[in-house]
């Protein structure tokens, strides 16, 4: 038996093999006794050159149509010879070359990490296939430059690597809500080739922020005979977070005096703040409370800011008049500057 190797995808003519001289036969005997391959159903890739008795490549060896992954890739062959006739078994085994560059399931791989994830979290990543065999199969991976992201790689049954993605720090959805990064595989083939997925990686809200008020305090003046319904005022508070974590709703809370709370509501969603009863400045003339601000998150987060309503004096009431004592009648000669009467003047305002 004879055997021969050839590289996969050697250019058509090259020679795999001087069969004549390794079956012992004489110089021009390999043509007069018609040394052939035996024809199997389908092309073998190599022929027998007339002339010269040699192998040769006859049209395209690629290994990895041939055998795949499993190695080696014998081409098995017979041989004829005629008179007499004699059969003899050749096998050309087609070595890989590296022809085929590592590659992942898509161009782009969309990942998720909740914004609380603590660093050490990690994303085990798919990693990408190589056609060819041994070491110019043999892949290594790297990740672009991130501040929050590296790679750890874990050794599976000594011969996969398959390659996690690992939270290095603590990531801010509201400083920057999407990462993108490139995994780059190499084989290990002379020179290696290169395969890239770019990593899409969205981080999702969670509820790390309370509302805030534009203004820590509202101070407001309203005339004591400000209507029912009238705008106190309106105040607003935001959260950077996302969805229900953002969503906010107002409640008034603290009043001082505890009377307030019938006198004032400030609207859920719009937060505004209106009288729903009558001020009365001789009775109270400031009112002081508190406004939150709730977010709809899980646990909800919330804000506070102090509003101050100071009731102004409106000229609401006529004076009152007491006759503390009077001297009735009087002299027509009484001298000027005689009391008549004493009166008592206050005026509530
Ligand atoms: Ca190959
Ligand atoms: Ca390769
Ligand atoms: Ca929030
Ligand atoms: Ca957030």
Do not use: M
């Amino acid at each position: 038996q004879v055997r021969y190797s050839v590289p996969e995808e050697a250019e058509a003519g090259t020679v795999v093999g001087r069969l004549a001289q390794d079956l012992g036969l004489e110089a021009g005997e390999a043509e007069a006794r018609r040394l052939r391959l035996v024809a199997r159903g389908r092309r073998a890739s190599v022929e027998v050159s007339g002339a010269s008795g040699a192998l040769v490549v006859s049209s395209r060896l690629d290994r990895e149509e041939l055998c795949g992954k499993s190695a080696p890739c014998a081409l098995r062959l017979e041989v004829l010879l005629d008179r007499p006739l004699r059969v003899f078994h050749v096998e050309v085994e087609v070595t890989d070359i590296n022809d085929n560059a590592p590659r992942f399931p898509a161009a782009y791989k969309n990942i998720s990490f909740s914004e609380n994830s603590p660093p050490g979290s990690r994303f085990p990543l798919e990693g990408a296939s190589d056609a060819d065999i041994g070491s110019n199969a043999q892949l290594s991976y790297s990740l672009s430059a991130s501040e929050y992201f590296t790679l750890e790689i874990e050794k599976a049954d000594g011969r996969d690597v398959i390659p996690d993605l690992v939270l290095t720090r603590a990531l801010d959805r509201e400083s920057l809500s999407e990462h993108r990064l490139v995994l780059t595989a190499s084989d290990g083939g002379r020179p290696a080739l290169t395969g890239t997925v770019q990593l899409v990686i969205s981080v999702l809200d969670a509820n790390d922020n309370a509302p805030q008020f534009n203004q820590s305090v509202y101070k407001v003046q309203l005339p004591e005979d400000a209507a029912e319904g009238t705008l106190v005022a309106r105040v607003a508070a935001t959260d950077p977070d996302e969805g229900i974590n953002s969503k906010v709703t107002y409640s008034a809370t603290n009043f001082i005096p505890l009377s307030g709370k019938d006198l004032i509501s400030v609207h859920p969603q719009t937060g505004e703040i209106r009288l729903t009863g009558p001020l009365d400045f001789e009775e109270v003339s400031v009112f002081d409370f508190r406004i939150e601000a709730r977010d709809k998150g899980t646990p909800p987060l919330s804000g506070h800011c102090k509003v101050l309503l100071e009731v102004l004096d409106v000229n609401d009431n006529a004076p009152e008049v007491w006759v503390t004592s009077l001297s009735v009648p009087v002299a027509e000669d009484a001298a000027l500057g005689t009391v008549v009467a004493l009166l008592s003047v206050s005026d509530r305002d």
